[in-house]
């Protein structure tokens, strides 16, 4: 893999892990994802900046996407972060 490649997939890895986080706060305040009013809005992704916003849908084009679009449930009905969803998020930047 060559210097640049690596920069980005590093890049993307470290974006992915500040949603992750950011995403596990936002559980904190919405514990039901499913019947949250709120989204997640990417402001800035080089700088990991995201904004909980007031708006339930996802749109990719607007760097928006839906809280329970960010999250899995597993068998014991426990929501988290979809660690998988945001690094696809990622490559949409990198």
């Known amino acids: 893999m060559n210097n640049t490649a ?7 890895e470290a974006f992915a892990d500040a949603l992750f986080r950011f995403v596990g706060r ?10 949250s009013q709120k989204a997640v809005r990417i402001a800035d992704a080089r700088n990991h900046i995201f904004r909980l916003v007031d ?10 996407y839906a809280l329970r679009d960010l999250c899995l449930t597993d068998e014991d009905l ?4 979809n660690r998988r969803r945001m690094l ?7």
């Open 26 to 35: 936002a559980l904190e305040q919405e514990p039901d994802p499913v019947y």
């Open 6 to 12: 690596m920069n980005h997939a590093e890049e993307a």
């Open 55 to 64: 708006d339930n849908r996802t749109d990719e084009a607007e760097d928006l």
């Open 78 to 81: 426990q929501t988290f972060p």
């Open 88 to 94: 696809a998020i990622a490559r949409n930047y990198w």
